[in-house]
């Protein structure tokens, strides 16, 4: 089930989602995550969302994922033709300078990361539908960087009812797990297991 913690309490609420926040960006934190007696790293594996409308679709750690993968895919299938292309490259360059009337000195550096900075390659983040764009960040997550936890902060506030149904089935079918934390009590549906943390730090399990 989708574990849902609702944070009555302001105070803890800012406390605990600004550990997550941290903890999944790489800081220290006392939270712990662990799957069969196996400690995870939020670090690694787990993502956590304060805004939906400002995902970061190309942050660094996604970039390194996705150019990773290009090269493996050119390596693999590619590599002949890439360092035939980038002799050709050399050469026009090279009979370009040629007509100039001083010494010039240059360098190609093939390395695929370059050349994949250099054209700007990147995700496409121009996706209109806010929703659509949180199961394509969803999707790719998953895919490239093998995310096994996404926390949302406040999610309801932002989706309908059925958006939330299909977004469980969604992390379902992606195997992905989902934490949700609200700020207050919202239509419980059967896919949901809730904790309420009270304005006076009690703990109900319902």
């Known amino acids: 089930k989708v574990q849902i913690i609702i944070i009555e309490n302001p105070s803890m609420m800012m406390r605990m989602t600004s550990e997550l926040w941290k903890q999944t960006t790489g800081g220290d934190g006392n939270y712990i995550w662990s799957d069969k007696d196996k400690i995870i790293s939020f670090d690694k594996y787990a993502e956590c969302i304060m805004n939906p409308w400002n995902l970061e679709f190309n942050s ?113 079918y992606l195997k992905i797990q989902l934490l949700l934390i609200e700020a207050k009590e919202s239509m419980r549906l059967p896919e949901e297991s809730v904790i309420i943390i009270d304005k006076d730090l009690c703990f109900i399990q319902k």
């Open 60 to 172: 660094r750690k996604l970039i390194t994922k996705l150019y990773a993968e290009i090269k493996d895919i050119i390596n693999d299938q590619y590599y002949n033709s890439f360092l035939q292309n980038n002799a050709i490259l050399s050469d026009y360059i090279y009979e370009i300078i040629s007509m100039l009337p001083y010494n010039i000195t240059y360098e190609i550096n093939p390395e695929i990361d370059n050349l994949l900075k250099y054209y700007g390659v990147k995700i496409d983040d121009q996706i209109e539908d806010p929703y659509e764009k949180i199961i394509q960040f969803l999707k790719i997550s998953q895919s490239l960087m093998g995310v096994k936890l996404i926390i949302f902060v406040n999610i309801k506030n932002y989706l309908s009812i059925e958006q939330i149904k299909e977004l469980y089935k969604q992390a379902n």
